[in-house]
Nanobody, 119 residues
Framework: VQLQASGGGLVQPGGSLRLSCGAS????????MGWYRQAPGKQRELVAT???????DYGDSVKGRFIVSRDNAKNTVYLQMNSLNPEDTAVYYC??????????????WGQGTLVTVSS
C-alpha cells in the first residue's frame, strides 16, 4: 500500500492551497484518513482527520480555515487550506488506516509535501 501526496508549494499569506493524497495497492477498505504536519524544530501535529463516513476532527490552530474531505471511491483525501499564514509552513503528511486485501490492518504515511507560506 502506498500513499501519494501532492499539492504543496509556495503561497502568500492569506492565500489558499489544496492538498490531495491517494492510497493505492492491495486495499480492501480505507478507514480513517487524515493530515498531519511538522514544522522545523517542532513535533508532528494533527491537522485534520476524516472517517470513512465523513466525520471530521481538526487541530485547534486550523479550525475554521481548513476543510478536510475524501472520495471513498478513489481512496483519496483532500485538504483545502484557506487564510494561510506563515505559522502554517510545514511538511504536510497524509495518513490512512487501511484494511488490506489479506485482511491485515496497518496505518500508512505518505511521503510529505512542503507548504511554505511567505511573502
Amino acid at each position: 500500500v502506498q500513499l501519494q501526496a501532492s499539492g504543496g508549494g509556495l503561497v502568500q499569506p492569506g492565500g489558499s492551497l489544496r492538498l490531495s493524497c491517494g492510497a493505492s495497492g492491495s486495499i480492501f477498505v480505507v478507514r480513517a484518513m487524515g493530515w498531519y504536519r511538522q514544522a522545523p524544530g517542532k513535533q508532528r501535529e494533527l491537522v485534520a482527520t476524516i472517517t470513512r463516513g465523513g466525520g471530521t476532527d481538526y487541530g485547534d490552530s486550523v479550525k475554521g480555515r481548513f476543510i478536510v474531505s475524501r472520495d471513498n471511491a478513489k481512496n483519496t483525501v483532500y485538504l483545502q487550506m484557506n487564510s494561510l499564514n506563515p505559522e502554517d509552513t510545514a511538511v504536510y503528511y497524509c495518513n490512512a488506516d487501511v484494511v488490506r486485501a489479506d485482511w491485515g490492518t496497518s496505518s500508512y504515511w505518505g511521503q510529505g509535501t512542503l507548504v511554505t507560506v511567505s511573502s
